[in-house]
């Protein structure tokens, strides 16, 4: 039971190019979310999803884009890097059916610099 | 005013003492509350639920205040091990969508001391 998976743990981009995070999870959970985390700023939600082909947006959704296929997969998509997306960026998961049921499995994490 | 607030620390405190932090949330509504433990460089794990009749896990008693919108955590007996930092975490209202967004606070360093 591998949890949740993130790749790639490190990336460094060029202003203006585009790559996926990818995020994986075998628990068979409904909701995954992407958060980011900068100093002083906490997490911060980009988006999420409450299950297969249903996605919303977050707190900062701006220069992202997912999609939910399946239950397992969950990607976050940057269309053209700026140096404003220099973060850590996590994906979590849960498998909450009530407001009280929020155990979030969080993978370990993509260290992405964008220069 | 930030929806989730937190005092950022750093706490430096010898093992064995006693600390506490405390967390406001902005948002009456809000419906579950949490404390999770980064360790640097690392994945946040849940720590404990908060309820509202209080609860304690061995050396950690969490407490909610509704009336005063807060959240708090206190660590009895600290351990080096216990040197990270805490995060608290507040749902957000009733409903299907919005149960999803939850709001992390940044975060209180704690950094235990031989």
């Known amino acids: 039971n591998a949890g949740v998976t993130q790749t790639p743990k490190f990336q460094v981009l060029k202003t203006g190019q585009s790559m996926t995070l990818q995020c994986a999870q075998d628990?068979?959970?409904?909701?995954m979310s992407w958060y980011r985390q900068d100093p002083g700023m906490g997490l911060r939600l980009i988006h999420y999803?409450?299950?297969?082909?249903?996605?919303d947006q977050g707190e900062v959704p701006n220069g992202y884009n997912v999609s939910r296929s399946t239950t397992e997969d969950f990607p976050l998509r940057l269309l053209s890097a700026a140096p404003s997306q220099t973060s850590v960026y996590f994906c979590?998961?849960?498998?909450?059916?009530?407001?009280?049921?929020?155990?979030?499995?969080f993978g370990s994490g993509t260290r992405l610099t964008v220069v | 005013r930030k929806e989730v607030e937190q005092d950022p620390g750093p706490f430096n405190v010898p093992e064995g003492a006693t600390v506490a932090f405390n967390c406001t949330y902005s948002?009456?509504?809000?419906?579950?509350f949490f404390w999770y433990r980064q360790d640097c460089r690392k994945e946040p794990k849940l720590l404990m639920s908060?309820?509202?009749s209080g609860n304690e896990d061995g050396r950690f008693t969490a407490q909610l205040n509704r009336a005063s919108q807060y959240i708090s955590l206190l660590i009895r007996d600290s351990k080096l091990s216990d040197s990270a930092t805490y995060l608290c975490?507040?749902?957000?209202?009733?409903?299907?969508?919005?149960?999803?967004?939850?709001?992390f606070g940044s975060g209180t360093r704690l950094s235990i001391r031989p």
């Open positions: 975490v507040v749902t957000g209202q009733r409903g299907y969508s919005s149960a999803s967004k939850i709001i």
């Open positions: 948002n009456s509504a809000s419906q579950s």
């Open positions: 979590a998961s849960r498998n909450g059916q009530t407001l009280n049921d929020y155990g979030y499995t």
């Open positions: 999803s409450v299950g297969a082909g249903i996605t």
């Open positions: 908060v309820y509202s």
């Open positions: 628990m068979n959970h409904e909701y």
